[in-house]
């Protein structure tokens, strides 16, 4: 028998991310990222280096929605922001709702975090969960998605736990499509499927 163990990404319904950081006694060390699904830097700082143990606020603006972002933080030594005798430094990092997607400051030379961003004023439209079949899932070689109930061709994108798109097309609508994943190695991937008025995410694993 196996037991898997993981994290599933969460989604924010968003336009902003609020990065707070307090610096420790080597601000200049630290920077940070903004990475899309396909790997493709969209916003990161700082503008000016930071000082030392001071705290900064940063408002990142979302570029797209519907869309799996990663963040990451930076320390060229590599002894992260915290703790010790280099200063007790820390960061978080939260949707403009007061939502926390990460907070951090122990760590290496970086930390990242994946996340999902919705658009806020799209909230209500996001059913798609409700009309279509993904399985098996765990998956070993063929992903069947059941499309029967919907009558709008489906856009398919698949994703890596460090949010890059590594497969994406088109199903046809009133079917039942199969992917083929058999290339893919073992592990945790994400689905996403859209259609002109709604969008989901769904987690995969691959045995």
């Known amino acids: 028998m196996f037991v898997f163990n993981f994290n599933v990404s969460p989604t924010y319904t968003t336009s902003t991310i609020i990065f707070d ?16 699904s ?5 916003a990161s ?3 000016a280096l930071y000082g030392n143990a001071t705290a900064y606020q940063e408002t990142i603006t979302i570029p797209t929605f519907d869309e799996c972002y990663t963040f ?7 002894d992260g922001i915290c703790c010790g005798t280099f200063g007790n430094g820390s960061y978080t990092l939260e949707d403009e709702n007061g939502n926390n997607i990460k907070t951090g400051g122990v760590f290496s030379s970086s930390e990242s ?9 799209s909230v209500g439209e996001f059913d798609l969960v409700n009309l279509i079949d993904i399985y098996p899932n765990p998956v070993n070689d063929n992903l069947t998605i059941n499309l029967t109930n919907i009558n709008e061709n489906v856009d398919y994108q698949i994703f890596n736990t460090l949010g890059q798109a590594i497969q994406k097309g088109n199903l046809n609508s009133n079917g039942t499509s199969v992917l083929n994943l058999s290339s893919y190695q073992s592990g945790i991937y994400f689905i996403k499927l859209s ?3 709604s969008t989901m995410t769904q987690k995969l694993i691959k045995k």
């Open 113 to 121: 975090v994946l996340f999902n961003v919705q658009n806020p004023l």
């Open 21 to 36: 950081i307090l610096t420790d006694n080597y601000g200049s060390e630290t920077t940070w990222s903004l990475t899309n």
């Open 195 to 197: 259609t002109d008025s």
């Open 45 to 47: 700082g700082p503008t």
């Open 72 to 78: 990451t933080i930076f320390d060229s030594a590599s």
């Open 38 to 42: 396909s790997g493709a830097e969209v």
